[in-house]
């Protein structure tokens, strides 16, 4: 047995080292720990014992160079992972991604943009397979994947024609939260949009939001109504750009009776502003948000709000994706329903007098409490 190391203290231990030590070949090596059927025992074991004595592992990336497989799903994510673990929407996505892979044995790698390019990080991730989450607009990402042969799903995008993808029902849902509101007797709704990107302006509208709009029309068409008899704001997602934007719209001279936000996280939003202003919801404005995420329930008062199964979508697309990887036959797209739960946060609009003593109030023009 060797007393230490060979190669005089260079760094990591090699197969080379072990082979020298163990006096046999680097191909006795390799078979020692990647087939071990062409080895004899006695071989195999003073390999081993050598190995394990300089303290030598076989790197995990040639191995899977070897094989041809890694045992990792990617998920090529829209933006930086900062961003992304502060949304809880996909904090949900995830788990549903997750519980598949730890049930068929495989690894999750995050791929977030780099150099804010889905494109320039495909190449840096050794994966069997990627889902590939919100492109809108294809920059050539799927045109890379499929040059490299990796299989690939889409998810919250357009659809391909050669990639399969799962979406939810978003303009159903949308049209149903929309319903909604002009049965209960709104007439003057807001429309919390999350912010299309810079290529709205000349490609249109893409992806979930597209469909989501779509749905509002619809909606708004069944009621003789056009896109025009609503206001609609395009912000970041986030809870900070909702509050904003409702205060904005609760200082005008005809606030909103009724806010349909396009993202729980906007709706969140919302809610904060109007509790902040000391404005009733549901009694003085309506709130409908889109997602149902777990927080959306324990709001006060609960968000209404229009339900994905955000967790059962990460796993379609994940057993998808796997379903892709094994050469198996799939749908070229699957759409998973959405459905209306109504909670709390919305009620009939209030009465015109009080509706007009709530708008002076909230410009700062209302009596004054002082004697």
Not at 301 to 321: C, F, N, S, W
Not at 330 to 341: F, Y
Request: hydrophobic share 40%; aromatic share 4%; net charge neutral.
């Amino acid at each position: 047995m060797p007393g230490g190391r060979t190669g005089g203290g260079r760094g990591k231990p090699t197969a080379g080292d072990v082979a020298a030590a163990a006096g046999y070949s680097r191909t006795a090596v390799s078979f020692a720990f990647n087939s071990p059927d062409q080895l004899s025992r006695a071989t195999r074991e003073r390999i081993l014992a050598v190995a394990e004595e300089l303290g030598y592992r076989p790197s995990p990336l040639a191995r899977m160079l070897r094989a041809g497989q890694t045992r990792a799903l990617g998920v090529l994510l829209p933006q930086g992972l900062a961003a992304i673990l502060r949304n809880p929407y996909y904090t949900e996505f995830l788990r549903g991604v997750g519980e598949v892979c730890d049930r068929e044995g495989y690894t999750l790698l995050l791929t977030p943009p780099l150099r804010e390019s889905m494109l320039e990080a495909i190449p840096y991730a050794a994966v069997d397979g990627f889902v590939v989450c919100g492109l809108e607009t294809d920059r050539g990402e799927v045109a890379e994947l499929a040059r490299h042969q990796t299989p690939v799903v889409l998810v919250d995008g357009d659809p391909q024609s050669d990639a399969p993808g799962v979406d939810v029902d978003d303009r159903r849902g949308t049209r149903e939260a929309v319903r909604h509101l002009v049965g209960l007797g709104h007439r003057r709704i807001a429309v919390l949009s999350f912010d299309p990107g810079p290529d709205a302006a000349v490609r249109g509208y893409r992806g979930p939001l597209a469909r989501r709009l779509a749905g509002l029309a619809d909606g708004l068409a069944e009621a003789g109504r056009t896109m025009a008899d609503v206001e609609l704001a395009e912000v970041p997602i986030s809870r900070v750009d909702g509050e904003r934007t409702v205060r904005r719209w609760m200082a005008g001279p005809e606030p909103p009776t009724a806010i349909l936000a396009l993202s729980d996280i906007l709706a969140f939003g919302a809610l904060e502003a109007l509790r902040d202003l000391g404005v009733d919801v549901p009694g003085e404005v309506s709130v409908v948000g889109f997602d149902d995420l777990a927080e959306a329930a324990r709001t006060r008062p609960a968000l209404t709000t229009v339900r994905q199964d955000t967790e059962a979508k990460g796993r379609t697309a994940a057993g998808a994706l796997l379903a892709a990887i094994r050469g198996e036959q799939q749908p070229v797209r699957r759409l998973l329903p959405t459905r209306l739960v109504v909670r709390a946060s919305t009620a009939p609009p209030p009465p015109p007098g009080r509706r007009a003593e709530a708008a002076a109030r909230n410009r700062g023009d209302g009596p004054s409490d002082e004697p």
